[in-house]
Nanobody, 117 residues
Framework: QVQLVESGGGLVQPGGSLRLSCTAS????????MGWYRQAPGKQRELVAT???????TYADSVKGRFTISRDNAKNTVYLQMNSLKPEDTAVYYC???????????WGQGTQVTVSS
């Protein structure tokens, strides 16, 4: 059974930093592009950042220059370093593993990030 386990969420003051981690089980990580999405209350889930198997990255405009996505293939883990956090970054953050050619698409359970003073 494929599992994506996220950690690292929490409460942080504006301007602070957090690092989210997501560890994938099995061989899924080694064949998947990885991504972070977020969903704020009353809003649709939106893309935050993605990283391909070859470590090409993309970012939402709202997080460019503040967030960094990376992957450690030896640990089957993808990270999201979030700096200069703003209240509007408050959301549940979800990890995603996907491989379109193989019709794979998996989600983690989500981790809450709250930015508030």
């Amino acid at each position: 059974q494929v599992q994506l386990v996220e950690s690292g969420g929490g409460l942080v003051q504006p301007g602070g930093s957090l690092r989210l981690s997501c560890t994938a089980s099995g061989i899924i990580f080694s064949i998947s592009n990885m991504g972070w999405y977020r969903q704020a209350p009353g809003k649709q889930r939106e893309l935050v950042a993605t990283i391909t198997l070859s470590s090409t990255t993309t970012y939402a405009d709202s997080v460019k220059g503040r967030f960094t996505i990376s992957r450690d293939n030896a640990k089957n883990t993808v990270y999201l370093q979030m700096n200069s956090l703003k209240p509007e970054d408050t959301a549940v953050y979800y990890c995603n593993a996907a491989n379109r050619l193989m019709s794979l698409n998996y989600w983690g359970q989500g981790t809450q990030v709250t930015v508030s003073s």
